[in-house]
């Protein structure tokens, strides 16, 4: 019991100073509640507004990818330099530290290897175990002009209404078939498709013309990092895709395939986070590897 005996009078009111309400720092999710919000704050860091996601969920369609055979050994000691991790349940459970405290992104979609038709997903996890799992979003594949569009439709609609009921944001994953041409018209499309449809942030590649795809879309967008380019490409695209107005990366391969994965994460986020061009974390790659 809280001693009730020589209780002050409250006093300090403020009754002369507005209340203060703060608008969150995300594009198209003023809305939200604040358990949600408070996720994606573990996602997206508050003071840039962006965020750098270590993407190392290929081994869900095509196993032990180059650079991810030992998660243990190559990817925890980059955990440090994330804003988040996307990953598998598999990989969180067996590999990953539980003191670590960033957002976990968990992969929520799969079915076909790279041996098989890869759009034909379907949704790979409940949310009973994303919520033990404390993911902070989920992760779907959408496959806009795909052989299995309307499936992949209806996988991320489910997943945005489990997730919209425990607060757990979904990321839409936009993937473009090798019949499609990756340019921004048909960037545009895929991205507002899944905003329209209650994605809470949408990931894509970056294309010429990104910023009409940023403009176009009401939420958050990040870019994919894509097949592994020389480090200058890669960092000059992640610097165009935030000054074009992407909310940050997230990115696999042209971090775990780096010759040295710690001092390219912390060159992507010189530009992620600080506005630096591509030249200063170059310069900055090159005295870390020093
Ligand atoms: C797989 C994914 C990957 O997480 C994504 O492609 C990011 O990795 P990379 O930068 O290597 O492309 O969504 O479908």
């Given at each position: 019991m809280a001693d009730a005996e020589e209780i002050q009078d409250a006093a300090r009111f403020h009754?002369?100073?507005?209340?203060?309400?703060?608008?969150?720092?995300?594009?198209?999710?003023?809305?939200?509640?604040?358990?949600?919000?408070?996720?994606?704050a573990n996602i997206f860091d508050p003071t840039s507004g962006r965020t750098v996601m270590l993407a190392f969920d290929h081994g869900y369609f095509q196993g032990p990818t180059r650079g991810l055979e030992r998660i243990d050994l190559d990817i925890v000691p980059l955990t440090r330099y994330a804003d988040t991790l996307m990953l598998t349940r598999g990989i969180l459970r067996t590999s990953i530290p539980p003191s670590y405290t960033r957002g976990i992104v968990l992969r929520a979609s799969g079915g076909p290897s790279i041996?098989?038709?890869?759009?034909?997903?379907?949704?790979?996890?409940?949310?009973?175990?994303?919520?033990?799992?404390?993911a902070a979003a989920m992760a779907?594949?959408?496959?806009?002009?795909?052989?299995?569009?309307s499936q992949s439709i209806?996988?991320?609609?489910?997943?945005?209404?489990?997730?919209?009921?425990?607060?757990?944001?979904?990321?839409?994953?936009?993937?473009?078939?090798?019949?499609?041409?990756?340019?921004?018209?048909?960037?545009?499309?895929?991205?507002?498709?899944?905003?329209?449809?209650?994605?809470?942030?949408?990931?894509?590649?970056?294309?010429?013309g990104f910023e009409t795809v940023t403009a176009a879309c009401p939420v958050p967008i990040v870019i994919a990092g894509g097949k592994k380019q020389p480090e200058m490409d890669a960092l000059r695209m992640a610097y165009n895709a935030v000054q074009q107005g992407a909310s940050g990366v997230d990115m696999g391969r042209n971090i775990f395939q780096a010759d040295n994965p710690a001092?390219?994460?912390?060159?992507?986020?010189?530009?992620?986070?600080?506005?630096?061009?591509?030249?200063?974390?170059?310069?900055?790659?090159?005295q870390l590897k020093g």
């Open positions: 009754v002369e100073v507005a209340h203060h309400s703060e608008p969150f720092f995300l594009k198209g999710c003023n809305h939200l509640d604040w358990g949600i919000k408070n996720r994606l041996l098989k038709e890869l759009s034909n997903e379907q949704i790979a996890i409940s949310i009973e175990e994303a919520i033990r799992l404390n779907v594949q959408v496959f806009i002009g795909g052989e299995y569009e209806h996988n991320l609609t489910r997943l945005v209404d489990a997730g919209n009921r425990y607060g757990i944001a979904t990321l839409a994953v936009t993937a473009v078939g090798r019949e499609l041409t990756r340019d921004a018209r048909y960037i545009r499309l895929a991205t507002r498709i899944c905003a329209e449809l209650g994605a809470t942030y949408v990931k894509t590649y970056y294309v010429p001092a390219m994460i912390q060159a992507v986020r010189k530009v992620v986070h600080d506005n630096a061009t591509p030249q200063e974390a170059f310069d900055l790659l090159q």
